[in-house]
Each structure stands twice: as structure tokens, then as C-alpha cells.
């Protein structure tokens, strides 16, 4: 029972740390002393899920992969019913393809209006074109 407690605690703790944090030394394939999450650029990163507004304050924003490399801007944003960013739709900068990415992958930085993807360029290019 003991444990099982132990269990509840742990899986409460990555529910409550959900918004990107669940990436645990116990599950990283980093090695150790090392972390295989992305740091926040300027550290004021925030979930799109957060951002007021995201129709107008995402619309002119430059997309970057998890290098920091610039991949697209932002054509539109599909939200949900209460309005939350449920994807981007990112214009890619090296075609004429345009991708969905999903909020969940996606942080935005104000201080720099760039939305950064925690997915790699070739991860971002081999999403199904969206029209």
C-alpha cells in the first residue's frame, strides 16, 4: 500500500507539472547530469494554451525548431471552443508547404514574438501539408 501511495504522489506531481515539464531524469534517455529538456531561450517561455488572445497576438510571429533555427511563420491559429491555441499553422520558410503543429509542442516568447517548436526541422518538415 505503501508504494501504491508512493505511485499516486509521483503521478500527481507530472499531472500538476503537465505543461511540459514531464520530461523526468527517470524517463530521459540524456545522460546522467545532463537534461534532455530545452531551456527556455529567455526563460520567459510561456504554453500557448496561456496566451490571451491567440488569433491576434500569434499572427505575427516567426517559428523557430527546438535548435532555435527559423522554420515558418505563423499563417493562422485553430483554437478550441474556450478559445485556448489548439494549433499553428506554420507557413514553412524553405517551400511552399504549410504544416499544423499542435499547441502542445509549441512555447511562445513574447520578448521575441517567436513561437519554439520543441520538435526538430525534419520532424516539422514531415508533417502532412495543411491547407
Do not use: W
Request: proline share 3%; glycine share 6%.
Amino acid at each position: 500500500m505503501h508504494n501504491r501511495a508512493i505511485i499516486l504522489a509521483v503521478t500527481s506531481i507530472a499531472f500538476v507539472m503537465g505543461d511540459g515539464m514531464t520530461a523526468m531524469a527517470a524517463t530521459s534517455s540524456a545522460p546522467a547530469g545532463t537534461s534532455s529538456m530545452q531551456p527556455a531561450k529567455h526563460g520567459k517561455e510561456i504554453l500557448l494554451r496561456r496566451v490571451k488572445d491567440p488569433k491576434q497576438t500569434l499572427a505575427a510571429a516567426s517559428v523557430d525548431d527546438s535548435s532555435g533555427d527559423a522554420v515558418g511563420h505563423v499563417q493562422s491559429i485553430e483554437t478550441f471552443r474556450n478559445g485556448h491555441a489548439r494549433a499553428v499553422m506554420v507557413s514553412l520558410t524553405d517551400g511552399n508547404k504549410t504544416v499544423a503543429i499542435p499547441a502542445r509542442d509549441l512555447r511562445y516568447d513574447k520578448s521575441s514574438n517567436t513561437i519554439d517548436a520543441r520538435l526538430t526541422k525534419s520532424q516539422i518538415q514531415a508533417l502532412s501539408s495543411h491547407s
